[in-house]
Structures are given as C-alpha cells and as structure tokens.
T-cell receptor, first 109, second 114 residues
Framework: GQNIDQPTEMTATEGAIVQINCTYQTSGFNGLFWYQQHAGEAPTFLSYNVLDGLEEKGRFSSFLSRSKGYSYLLLKELQMKDSASYLCAVSSNDYKLSFGAGTTVTVRA | IAGITQAPTSQILAAGRRMTLRCTQD?????MYWYRQDLGLGLRLIHYSNTAGTTGKGEVPDGYSVSRANTDDFPLTLASAVPSQTSVYFC?????????????FGPGTRLTVL
C-alpha cells in the first residue's frame, strides 16, 4: 500500500504564497496528482507530475522529487476562492490512485 | 448529460437495506472508479473498472459490489447497509488507466445509514 502525508490545515493571507508539502512511500511510482476540492463539491484536477522538477500552470505550480518521495503544490497570489482542500494522490505500479487525507487551506482577507 | 452524474444526491437508509448508487458518464471514458470520502481519511478506492465488462477491487471493497455492463454506467451496490458505510461516495472516470490519466469526479452521493 501507499503512505501519503500532507499537513491537515494551513492559513494564509490574500495575495500571499502558500506551499503545501506531500511526502509519500509507494511500491512503484507512476505519477503524482494534485486535486482541489471546495467544501461540499467534487475534487477537480490541478496538476500531474511524473518526472522530477517543477510544473507551472498560472498561479499554481507543482514540484516533484522522486528520489526523496516528495512533492509540493505552490499557490501564488492567493485569492479568497482558493480556500479549499488540496489532495495529493500517488499512482503506483498497479495504476490505482492513493490519496492523502488532504490539506485545508483558508485564505484570510 | 454533460460529464459524470450520480444519483441520488443524498439518501438516508436503514441498516440492513439494499441500496444502489448510480453513476453515468457521457465522455466515453474507459475507466471508472468508486471512492468513499470520510473526514480525516481522504478518498479511498472501493472498486474500479478499466473497461466495460471488467471490474477490480480497491482498498476497501468489503460490503460493496459493482458491475460494468457498458461504457457509460457503473453502479455501486450495498447489499446490506451498515452504519460504518455512512460516507460521501464519489464516482470518477478517466480516459485511460488511473496512473497516467486525469480522473473526473461526479458531484457525490451523501449516504447516511442508521
């Protein structure tokens, strides 16, 4: 099975930057996903990393280090609408996704 | 229909009753999945199907069954509901296998078993 750890909660101010870390231990590795989930809604895809390095998509970036079993999601220029849970998910050799418990980000004015 | 839909939106069920949660997608995706989401535990895979006619067990399959008679539909059945099955259930689909493809989630079904 997979062991995926991410912080439970983070709080930041509007306009600031927040970095959400995710560490994982997995039997084989086929990629790491980040999803966003607003309260009471379905998760939606944010990013996918399969190779080491940084992937940038507008205000959101995701980084992966396979040797360290580590990823982070960087949210820049925070907006109130970014208040949500952010889910780290790892795909292992059997091509199933295992999700972390999620990090709830609260953006304050 | 646009995307992936689930029914019902919410349900209160007496323990011991049988219940089927419905999931339909119109994106012609090959793979479909059922997850449950509980506070503090995140999303856990119940069952999956890589293509019509095939199904597989996920992390927490006990007490649940699925079928995949065609590409679009992937119902989840609780044969005899128990209170520990109280949860939010999400259906998802992806064009290919989960490991290399984005999953698209339905709006969820909130199930309470009393």
């Amino acid at each position: 099975g997979q062991n995926i750890d991410q912080p439970t909660e983070m709080t930041a101010t509007e306009g600031a930057i927040v970095q959400i870390n995710c560490t994982y231990q997995t039997s084989g590795f086929n990629g790491l996903f980040w999803y966003q989930q607003h309260a009471g809604e379905a998760p939606t895809f944010l990013s996918y990393n399969v190779l080491d390095g940084l992937e940038e998509k507008g205000r959101f970036s995701s980084f992966l280090s396979r040797s360290k079993g580590y990823s982070y999601l960087l949210l820049k220029e925070l907006q109130m609408k970014d208040s949500a849970s952010y889910l780290c998910a790892v795909s292992s050799n059997d091509y199933k996704l295992s999700f972390g418990a999620g990090t709830t980000v609260t953006v304050r004015a | 229909i646009a995307g992936i839909t689930q029914a019902p939106t919410s349900q209160i069920l007496a323990a011991g009753r049988r219940m089927t949660l419905r999931c339909t997608q119109d994106m012609r995706h090959n793979a479909m999945y059922w997850y449950r989401q509980d506070l503090g535990l995140g999303l856990r895979l119940i069952h999956y199907s890589n293509t019509a006619g095939t199904t597989g067990k996920g992390e927490v399959p006990d007490g649940y069954s699925v079928s995949r008679a065609n590409t679009d539909d992937f119902p989840l059945t609780l044969a005899s509901a128990v209170p520990s099955q109280t949860s939010v259930y999400f259906c998802a689909s992806s064009p290919g296998l989960a490991g290399s493809d984005t999953q698209y989630f339905g709006p969820g079904t909130r199930l309470t078993v009393l």
